[in-house]
């Protein structure tokens, strides 16, 4: 029995030593287990931190790198606007240059346009004074018409009377150019008309021998020697030289044609066709119209800036000239008014004739001058 419980007890004890060693055993285990665990989770951490680390790290660098190509890009810019700026004000250096060298050319030129304003109206002062004035015109004649529109200042155009005893002579001439050319031209010719009929005797004298002698004087102070067509210095003139004793007119006209009104007709004296001056192809004497005058006719002449002015006839487009038909309609309709309101409206037929439907005008193309005297 005693055997019996002694095996019992070392059976025990060893059971016991087992489960102790097992227990040992499963602790060092799960101890070991616990290790690895915190070992994989301390290798986790450290991966996670090396991993945000190098993202920080990168995004960073990254961060750098960008701001570095920025502010590569942004010194290019200054660099590129430091240029451009440079360019721009020497630019403007040149611009602020040429500004003052166009200011200096433009106070010059106002200064020469000034100078030239001034001479061309002095100019017109002469002309007026050479040209028969107005008063001498009513001496003569009583009411007169005159309607004289030059394109630029000083006219080409002119009209010229003269009266001796019982002899009245009248003329309405166009001279080569207009302007300054013109004036210088038209002056010659008054001077000329002056130099010819003072010395002469009207008693047998005849309009057409005027026209022929202010031809030669032409032909020969402007020293006109050529036959090529070559533009030359010509006159076109329409003269008359009334006789009121005898109520007689004789007329002799350049390209030129007289107009007198009777009885509610206008009645047409057609000119030569060719100038005061030299021409290529006629040259022959001018003809002289005898025409028997009555107390109220009224004489017209004129030029034919009035007649070649462009208009637009209602379109706003230039459609074709004024025309002597328009003009010796727009005579007779008007013949009974005074030559004042007739000057008028003859000034504002031609402004209207001018003026485009959108209010526009066109441009005045030659000098304009009519001449109306009464017979009484």
Request: aromatic fraction near 8%; proline fraction near 2%.
């Amino acid at each position: 029995t005693k055997l019996l419980n002694n095996l019992d007890k070392g059976t025990y004890n060893r059971e016991f030593g087992v489960k102790i060693a097992n227990v040992e055993y499963e602790r060092a285990l799960s101890k070991q287990k616990l290790l690895q665990q915190r070992r994989r989770y301390t290798l986790f951490i450290m991966c996670l931190c090396f991993v945000m680390v190098s993202a920080i790290v990168s995004v960073a660098l990254f961060g750098l790198l960008r701001k570095r190509k920025l502010n590569g890009r942004l010194i290019e810019q200054n660099r590129e606007i430091s240029l451009k700026n440079a360019i721009l004000n020497e630019s403007n250096a040149e611009i602020l240059a040429q500004r003052e060298t166009i200011e200096a050319q433009r106070d010059s030129l106002e200064e020469t346009s000034l100078m030239l304003q001034s001479s061309i109206n002095y100019a017109k002062h002469i002309q007026d004074a050479v040209v028969t004035s107005h008063d001498a015109m009513s001496r003569m004649f009583g009411d007169t018409l005159i309607y004289w529109k030059p394109m630029n200042v000083v006219s080409g155009d002119f009209y010229w009377a003269f009266q001796r005893d019982n002899y009245k002579i009248l003329a309405v001439a166009d001279c080569t150019g207009h302007g300054v050319p013109g004036a210088f031209m038209s002056m010659f010719a008054i001077s000329s008309l002056n130099s010819i009929v003072s010395p002469l005797s009207f008693t047998n004298i005849k309009a057409s021998d005027v026209l022929d002698m202010l031809r030669g004087k032409v032909i020969g102070e402007l020293h006109q020697t050529s036959t090529s067509g070559d533009s030359i210095e010509s006159v076109d003139m329409a003269l008359c030289i009334i006789d009121t004793h005898k109520m007689q007119m004789q007329y002799a006209g350049a390209n030129r044609p007289l107009l007198i009104v009777r009885d509610g007709k206008v009645n047409v004296y057609k000119p030569d066709k060719m100038p005061v001056g030299l021409h290529v192809k006629r040259n022959g004497p001018f003809t002289n119209n005898i025409i028997g005058l009555r107390n109220g006719d009224i004489l017209y002449m004129y030029t034919d800036g009035i007649t070649d002015q462009f208009g637009s006839n209602g379109e706003n487009v230039s459609s074709g000239k004024y025309t002597s038909k328009r003009l010796d309609s727009l005579l007779l309709n008007i013949v009974d008014k005074p030559f004042a309101e007739q000057a008028d409206i003859i000034d504002k037929t031609i402004v209207d004739w001018r003026t485009m439907p959108d209010g526009t005008l066109i441009d005045q193309y030659d000098d304009q001058l009519l001449l109306g005297v009464r017979i009484c």
